[in-house]
């Protein structure tokens, strides 16, 4: 069994979640952010959420849900993100924007829910924001200018790697670039609490590959 926790990000397909949680996945998430290609509608997040609640994980039935239903924003107003989580029974949001730790603060208070601040990195410097947020959770993307995840593209783990094997263990989610291929390497580098893959997994922008996801897990088995 995988030491590390896996969230599949990213959904669109209500069949896709459910595969995922069967698998054996930590998390789901949706995007609600405009900009991304994997945008859903809150009746169309619900509806991918909704469709893993009765699902198999680890070859046995689970009693309702049993994964983090996860919902992503990028500098959303706290109106929103707590319509959204409301309407699909949000148990985290990720913040992928530029959210103050205030403003982090106040949306987990309004929604309930467990709270995951995406930061960007680009170098050493990027490091020190860890220590600026007391969500629950950090979750560790790629740097591009253009784009805010999904990318593809690694940021170098010996950066991850650095940061108190308490603070990785306790709340790091790492993200970017990972895939099959790569996702051993990158548990064992930096030994996280969880891992975070979207298009590592896809055939096209928000549909997952079964063969890919099937692969994913059975590569994390023997950590």
Same mark, same amino acid.
């Given at each position: 069994?995988?030491?590390? +926790?896996?969230?599949?990000?990213?959904?669109? +397909?209500?069949?896709?979640?459910?595969?995922?949680? +069967?698998?054996?996945?930590?998390?789901?998430? #949706?995007?609600?952010?405009?900009?991304?290609?994997?945008?859903?509608?809150?009746?169309?997040?619900?509806?991918?959420?909704?469709?893993?609640?009765?699902?198999? +994980?680890?070859?046995?039935?689970?009693?309702?849900?049993?994964?983090?239903?996860?919902? #992503?924003?990028?500098?959303?107003?706290?109106?929103?993100?707590?319509?959204?989580?409301?309407?699909?029974?949000?148990?985290?949001?990720?913040?992928?924007?530029?959210?103050?730790?205030?403003?982090?603060?106040?949306?987990?208070?309004?929604?309930?829910?467990?709270?995951?601040? @995406?930061?960007?990195?680009?170098?050493?410097?990027?490091?020190?924001?860890? #220590?600026?947020?007391?969500?629950?959770?950090?979750?560790?993307?790629?740097?591009?200018?253009?784009?805010?995840?999904?990318?593809?593209?690694?940021?170098?783990?010996?950066?991850?790697?650095?940061?108190? @094997?308490?603070?990785?263990?306790?709340?790091?989610?790492?993200?970017?670039?990972? *895939?099959?291929?790569?996702?051993?390497?990158?548990?064992?580098?930096?030994?996280?609490?969880?891992?975070?893959?979207?298009?590592?997994?896809?055939?096209?922008?928000?549909?997952? *590959?079964?063969?890919?996801?099937?692969?994913?897990?059975?590569?994390?088995?023997?950590?």
């Amino acid at each position: 069994m995988s030491i590390v +926790r896996v969230k599949i990000c990213g959904l669109t +397909r209500p069949g896709d979640a459910e595969e995922a949680v +069967r698998l054996g996945a930590w998390a789901l998430g #949706v995007i609600f952010a405009p900009e991304s290609p994997r945008r859903l509608s809150i009746k169309q997040a619900a509806a991918v959420l909704d469709a893993a609640g009765d699902g198999m +994980r680890a070859g046995r039935m689970q009693a309702g849900d049993d994964f983090e239903r996860v919902g #992503v924003f990028v500098n959303a107003a706290a109106d929103e993100v707590e319509q959204a989580a409301h309407a699909c029974r949000l148990s985290a949001v990720q913040l992928h924007g530029e959210e103050s730790p205030e403003e982090c603060r106040e949306i987990g208070e309004r929604t309930g829910c467990r709270v995951i601040k @995406a930061l960007r990195v680009s170098g050493p410097d990027s490091m020190a924001g860890v #220590v600026s947020f007391d969500t629950d959770y950090i979750l560790l993307d790629t740097y591009h200018p253009g784009r805010r995840g999904g990318t593809g593209e690694i940021f170098d783990w010996n950066l991850a790697a650095e940061l108190p @094997a308490s603070e990785r263990s306790a709340r790091v989610i790492l993200s970017g670039g990972l *895939d099959p291929d790569n996702i051993a390497e990158a548990v064992r580098a930096v030994m996280p609490f969880a891992v975070d893959i979207s298009s590592g997994v896809e055939s096209a922008p928000g549909i997952k *590959d079964p063969a890919k996801l099937e692969n994913l897990f059975d590569k994390l088995k023997d950590i």
